[in-house]
């Protein structure tokens, strides 16, 4: 064989290698848009059982990039973000709000609370899958629906649904009962809203048959005798 056939196969092997890639991601996106996405193109995670004895459990901080944002914004990617929740505890509502992580901080300032993390999310993340760690304190803190800093927030008895179009800077979603007492046990859905998320799985299966039809031409032409 030719130096520039093994040249040809080399690279044709590659691109092959390349479209198995964009087919994957493309039949990826297809099952999530078949899956978890509603009617109002939000992806849906699973429902998240959180059961912790603290005053609140906090994801975050989300880090939002000023310029980052103006471009998926102007590309129509990321707007929108959901979070749907209700209280396992009739006796009590639940309390769902962003912030500033700045002034989340400063609220909770020597109060009890967990910091919700994953090491291994995806949208079908179980509540074993959650690690949480827990910050101590020993104040009471007052409740959260008599501050004025959130962004967002919804409180009440019943499912609740807090909604928040994302903006720059750090911020912090904070879950509680809606009275700021200890002993939180909450069912809660993340969402967000990404609108073309099913024109751009067809884009990737397309472009993967494009790629792989071509892999498989550079291939031939490599292997082939004259």
């Given at each position: 064989?030719?130096?520039?056939?093994?040249?040809?196969?080399?690279?044709?092997?590659?691109?092959?290698?390349?479209?198995?890639?964009?087919?994957?991601?493309?039949?990826?996106?297809?099952?999530?848009?078949?899956?978890?996405?509603?009617?109002?193109?939000?992806?849906?995670?699973?429902?998240?059982?959180?059961?912790?004895?603290?005053?609140?459990?906090?994801?975050?901080?989300?880090?939002?990039?000023?310029?980052?944002?103006?471009?998926?914004?102007?590309?129509?990617?990321?707007?929108?973000?959901?979070?749907?929740?209700?209280?396992?505890?009739?006796?009590?509502?639940?309390?769902?709000?962003?912030?500033?992580?700045?002034?989340?901080?400063?609220?909770?300032?020597?109060?009890?609370?967990?910091?919700?993390?994953?090491?291994?999310?995806?949208?079908?993340?179980?509540?074993?899958?959650?690690?949480?760690?827990?910050?101590?304190?020993?104040?009471?803190?007052?409740?959260?629906?008599?501050?004025?800093?959130?962004?967002?927030?919804?409180?009440?008895?019943g499912t609740q649904t807090m909604a928040w179009e994302t903006e720059a800077g750090r911020h912090s979603i904070v879950l509680?009962?809606?009275?700021?007492?200890?002993?939180?046990?909450?069912?809660?859905?993340?969402?967000?809203?990404?609108?073309?998320?099913?024109?751009?799985?067809?884009?990737?299966?397309?472009?993967?048959?494009?790629?792989?039809?071509?892999?498989?031409?550079?291939?031939?032409?490599?292997?082939?005798?004259?």
């Amino acid at each position: 064989m030719s130096a520039g056939k093994i040249i040809l196969l080399v690279f044709g092997i590659i691109v092959l290698l390349i479209s198995f890639g964009f087919l994957v991601g493309g039949g990826a996106l297809i099952w999530v848009d078949a899956t978890h996405v509603d009617d109002e193109e939000f992806i849906n995670s699973d429902t998240i059982n959180i059961e912790r004895d603290t005053h609140a459990v906090i994801t975050g901080p989300i880090d939002i990039d000023e310029e980052a944002l103006r471009v998926v914004n102007w590309m129509g990617i990321i707007t929108d973000f959901e979070i749907e929740g209700r209280s396992n505890d009739s006796s009590k509502g639940i309390f769902i709000g962003v912030a500033d992580e700045s002034d989340v901080e400063a609220y909770l300032s020597n109060v009890a609370y967990d910091e919700m993390t994953s090491l291994d999310f995806s949208w079908q993340l179980s509540s074993d899958d959650i690690i949480y760690t827990k910050h101590l304190g020993n104040s009471i803190p007052v409740a959260p629906t008599s501050e004025t800093f959130w962004t967002a927030s919804s409180h009440g008895n019943g499912t609740q649904t807090m909604a928040w179009e994302t903006e720059a800077g750090r911020h912090s979603i904070v879950l509680m009962n809606d009275d700021g007492s200890a002993g939180v046990d909450l069912s809660v859905i993340y969402k967000v809203k990404i609108p073309l998320i099913f024109g751009l799985s067809v884009g990737l299966l397309v472009g993967g048959i494009v790629v792989l039809i071509g892999g498989c031409f550079m291939v031939y032409f490599a292997v082939r005798r004259s």
